[in-house]
Nanobody, 124 residues
Framework: QVHLVESGGGLVQAGDSLRLSCAAS????????MAWFRQAPGKEREFVAA????????NYRESAKSRFTISRDYVKNMMFLQMNSLQSEDTAVYYC?????????????????WGRGTQVTVSS
């Protein structure tokens, strides 16, 4: 079983940056895709970005392509989400997840393991 723990959330102003981290433990991640999803109050959980653990190939939601960068530390079993130029619409709980899927699969059902989430609040 893969265990995931997120950190790095907080309260920032519009235009600021945050870096989220996800520490993974458990079986080898080489076959997994890791991803970030987010969920705002009253809304469905939505895909943000994903990275293939082995190849490093990544995929982003359209609104994140120019502002967010997903990365992973293969040795430390950690994944990151660098978020720049944050906007109020980015306010949500951000979840780290992993699954035996590919980085272009953006539905939450494709991901088996989930962290508890970290809150990101962007004030305008």
């Amino acid at each position: 079983q893969v265990h995931l723990v997120e950190s790095g959330g907080g309260l920032v102003q519009a235009g600021d940056s945050l870096r989220l981290s996800c520490a993974a433990s458990g079986p080898t991640l080489s076959s997994y895709t890791m991803a970030w999803f987010r969920q705002a109050p009253g809304k469905e959980r939505e895909f943000v970005a994903a990275i293939n653990w082995s190849s490093g190939n990544s995929n982003y939601r359209e609104s994140a392509k120019s502002r967010f960068t997903i990365s992973r530390d293969y040795v430390k079993n950690m994944m990151f989400l660098q978020m720049n130029s944050l906007q109020s619409e980015d306010t949500a709980v951000y979840y780290c997840t992993s699954g035996l899927t590919h980085e272009y699969y953006t539905d939450p059902s494709g991901f088996k393991y989930w962290g508890r989430g970290t809150q990101v609040t962007v004030s305008s």
